[in-house]
């Protein structure tokens, strides 16, 4: 009997135990976002997420499949630890200047019951904005790497949300962005498209940052923070349970997603919590799960406008190849252009079409060795134009049109950049179009996530800043490599001129700014002023107004920003001047209105000068606002120069009406702003 009673004694402690360790709870800072970690009889722990006490995410089941090892079973709670962090860091260049990381992280620890026990933690990480929690695989006996098939981390929904979402692609980022619920989520009706030259899409999927917005109005935005030496995740939908879980992109050529040695971290997956849309796009949250600066002093990275031989390509008023005899990349037409960029306060050109190759780059199957990166094109003497653009002050960005053929360039890499620093070059725009070389892998897979940080990597050995195109996705990196300095990975400004779709229509960039945007800069290439691109391109157009093409500059933030069109086509443009005086780097942000697809309006301090800079931007409807001019600092009297829609302004039938007014104003003022549909204005605050 007595033993017996021994025996319940220890099962109910034991019991309790387990009981008070099943449920670990942890709150934002400020109390509203609240995670639950639940671990249920001997299950997969699952989460769950409140916000003011109402449910955003329902109990989610996490956990992963392996090749070559048991099946994940149960866990139990080895430890759990709590630490409160509450700091500031300053940003090279960015966005603002000083940037507030202040979170609550629970650490739990938790060892399968099974035999041989393997252990797994998971931290979470719960900000006023959202939260992060990622997997941690630490050394243990008998396991030195996983081979990880699935990754299964669930974010089950409260109710048929509506959401903004790109189709899951594991090769490219650039698709529309769909306005949809989530229960009519389509992504395989997107599996064809004629103007990419990559795409595959293997599933109902979406790709991150993915925003949605929930009957009462809460935003959510899905996405994940420190990409690294892992795949991207794509979020497979469940239209009938209104649930998704992560699907990494994988590989042909490997059984498994990801092969990791221990220890070992996943990226972060976030969820954003927002009441209002314009609060997505002022946290920092993404950048804060990353690690800081490794690199150091990074006074090379240079913030800059630039011009470029670019557009001129993509409109065909010339070519990147020469045999077309329309070669843009001469070293005159550079000079041209590098002269344009001294005169109007642009940093830098960057040249595409410069080495020899592009008579074969596109739509050729054994694209391996047609670029190096160090034999420029007879008509192209670099010596002497970087010498004539240094003696005007203008840098050179160089170009690296990989055509996805990865292995030529990792041969290359060193070479490239020891080339680019033997002219003193500090800029790059790399490039990946078409299908992978080697075949069988993919642009997010785990094999070109460690390739695009290996060319961080050298690059920065270089003293080199990257603006990938065809990258992988933002996830905040920037903050560990601050020469990760802008990227593509959206539908860009090229797309109008070209694309048989009808290119990007007014709502794409009031939906950028709530989506790709929260994930980091974007080199958009805003600047378009001969918007229906006559008389190149008669059946494409831009289809946005001149004033929102200014407005960008501020809105689409990126530390580079391109002056996109032809020198001539600013020539004699009074418009011209808000180019020449925006900043590109910012002590202070702030998001002043905005509804996701809808518009958005946002303001800029400049670093440098203290000058305020404001963009808006709407879709295809005509917006007016009363907007308080209460961010501009107390007691400065500024002067504005207003670019704004003229009355009959539209982005189709008049986009090119604008006008430009000047006033004197301070942060006690209000403007009235009227937006023409697909329209915008921007506005330069001068100090006086
Ligand atoms: C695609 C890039 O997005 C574009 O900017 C570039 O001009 C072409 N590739 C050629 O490299
Ligand atoms: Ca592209």
């Known amino acids: ?5 021994l025996g319940l004694l220890i099962v109910t402690m034991l019991y309790a135990c387990t009981k008070t360790n099943s449920q670990m709870i942890i709150q934002s800072p400020d109390g509203k976002i609240e995670v639950k970690l639940d671990l249920k009889n001997n299950q997969l722990p699952k989460y769950a997420v409140t916000y003011k006490g109402d449910t955003v995410i329902k109990p989610s089941s996490m956990g992963f499949e392996f090749l070559n090892q048991p099946e994940m079973s149960g866990f139990r709670v080895v430890d759990t630890r709590m630490k409160s962090v509450n700091k500031k860091w300053t940003m ?31 931290r979470f990480r719960v900000f006023d904005e959202g939260i992060g929690f990622r997997y941690e695989f ?13 990754e299964n981390t669930e974010f089950c929904l409260t109710g048929d949300h509506r959401v903004w979402w790109i189709p899951g692609d594991w090769d490219i980022y650039e698709h529309l962005y769909n306005e949809t619920l989530f229960s009519e989520i389509d992504a395989l009706q997107f599996a064809q498209h004629e103007s990419l030259a990559q795409t595959y899409i293997p599933y109902n999927a979406v790709n991150t940052p993915v925003t949605m917005r929930t009957t009462s109005g809460l935003h959510l935005s899905f996405h994940e923070a420190a990409l690294t030496n892992y795949p991207g995740m794509t979020l497979r939908v469940d239209t009938e349970n209104l649930t998704m879980r992560s699907e990494l992109v994988g590989s042909e050529r490997t059984e498994y997603k990801a092969k990791v040695s221990l220890p070992f971290e996943t990226p972060w997956r976030t969820i954003q919590i927002a009441p209002d849309a314009t609060d997505l796009i002022a946290s920092k949250m993404i950048l804060n799960l990353n690690e800081p600066n490794k690199l150091g002093d990074v006074s090379y990275v240079k913030p800059m406008k630039y011009a470029g031989i670019w557009w001129e390509m993509h409109l065909d008023k010339s070519t990147w190849d020469l045999a077309s005899g329309r070669h843009g990349a001469t070293t005159e037409n550079a000079k041209r252009y590098i002269d344009f960029a001294a005169e109007n306060n642009l940093g830098g050109i960057l040249v595409e079409g410069w080495n020899t190759g592009w008579e074969k780059w596109i739509g050729v199957d054994n694209r391996e060795g047609i670029f190096d990166f160090v034999t420029p094109y007879p008509d192209y003497d670099i010596n002497e134009v970087v010498r004539y653009a240094k003696s005007k002050g203008v840098e050179i960005i160089m170009h690296h049109e990989t055509s996805a053929a990865v292995t030529t360039y990792e041969q290359q890499l060193d070479t490239a950049y020891r080339f680019m620093e033997s002219l003193g070059l500090h800029a790059v725009k790399t490039g990946y179009v078409g299908t992978i070389i080697p075949k069988g892998e993919y642009h997010h897979g785990q094999y070109m996530v460690q390739h695009y940080r ?21 996830t905040g990196i920037r903050r560990t490599y601050p020469n990760a300095i802008s990227r593509e990975g959206l539908r860009g400004q090229e797309f109008n001129a070209w694309s048989s779709d009808g290119g990007n229509p007014p709502s794409h960039l009031p939906t950028v700014a709530f989506t790709r945007m929260l994930a980091g800069p974007i080199d958009f290439t805003p600047g378009a002023f001969n918007i229906k691109l006559d008389p190149y391109k008669p059946d494409n157009q831009v289809s946005t107004t001149l004033a929102q093409q200014l407005a960008l500059y501020v809105v689409i933030y ?16 009074p418009a011209f001047q808000f180019i020449r005086d925006v900043g590109v780097d910012w002590q202070q942000t702030e998001v002043l209105n905005g509804e996701v697809g809808e518009y958005v309006t946002i303001a800029r301090k400049e670093k440098e000068t203290g000058n305020w800079f404001l963009g808006s931007i709407t879709d295809e409807h005509a917006r ?19 670019y704004k829609d003229a009355p009959d302004a539209h982005w189709d039938d008049n986009p090119e009406s604008i006008n430009i007014e000047t006033h004197t104003l301070q942060a006690t003022d209000t403007l009235n702003v009227q937006l023409a549909p697909g329209g915008g204005l921007a506005v330069s605050f001068m100090k006086k």
């Not at 507030?100 to 998971?122: A, C, D, G, T």
């Not at 630490?138 to 699935?150: F, K, T, Y």
């Not at 580079?560 to 086509?569: F, G, K, S, T």
């Open 454 to 474: 290996k060319v961080l990597e050298t690059a920065a050995h270089h003293k080199v800043a990257v603006n990938a195109h065809e990258p992988i996705k933002a």
């Open 558 to 573: 990126s530390p580079v920003q391109m002056a996109c069109d032809l020198p001539e086509h600013y020539k004699g443009r």
């Open 138 to 150: 630490p050394e243990q006996p008998g396991r030195d790497s996983l081979e990880i098939s699935a």
């Open 624 to 642: 007016e606002f009363a907007l308080p001019l209460n961010f501009l600092d107390k007691d400065v009297t500024y002067e504005a120069t207003l």
């Open 92 to 122: 090279p260049w960015g966005e603002q200047k000083e940037v507030v990381n202040h979170y609550q992280e629970m650490l739990v620890s938790l060892q399968e019951i099974k035999k041989p026990k393997h252990s797994m933690n998971i």
């Open 1 to 5: 009997m007595k033993k017996y009673i």
